[in-house]
């Protein structure tokens, strides 16, 4: 019944509302190729190519591919080629958060168990 599950989630949202915390947006499932001049203001799933911005190209070594936010902290870090292409696994570089994943064929994030 659509209408019950809308009241639902609203009266979850006054709960956090009371507490002064910001609603919490859903992670993202699948990254999101953002340009570069969002570089400053990612949100987690975004991605900028370094391929893209001469001045990140030369400020970082060239095994790495792109920038991505951390899909659960939004933490930037350099991931590799293999990493995008989902050969290699991605670990958050946070030391506040201890995500692993791998990014299928897709784009989606493929949460992966810690070892
Ligand atoms: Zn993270």
């Known amino acids: ?13 006054g709960q956090r509302e009371r507490r002064g915390e910001p609603p919490l947006p859903a992670p993202p499932s699948s990254l999101r190729h953002v340009p ?6 990612m949100a987690p799933g975004d991605l900028v190519f ?3 911005s001469e001045s990140l190209r030369s400020a ?14 939004g933490a930037l870090g350099l ?6 292409a989902g050969l290699a696994p991605v670990t958050c570089g946070s030391s506040q958060c201890s995500c692993r994943f791998r ?13």
């Open 1 to 13: 019944m659509p209408a019950k599950r809308r009241v639902e989630k609203t009266q979850a949202r």
């Open 36 to 41: 570069e001049e969002t570089l400053g203001s």
């Open 50 to 52: 370094l391929g893209e």
């Open 60 to 73: 970082v070594e060239s095994i790495f591919f792109a920038v991505l936010a951390c899909p659960a902290c």
């Open 79 to 84: 991931i590799t080629s293999a990493q995008y």
């Open 103 to 115: 990014i299928d064929e897709e784009g989606q994030f493929v949460h992966l168990p810690l070892n």
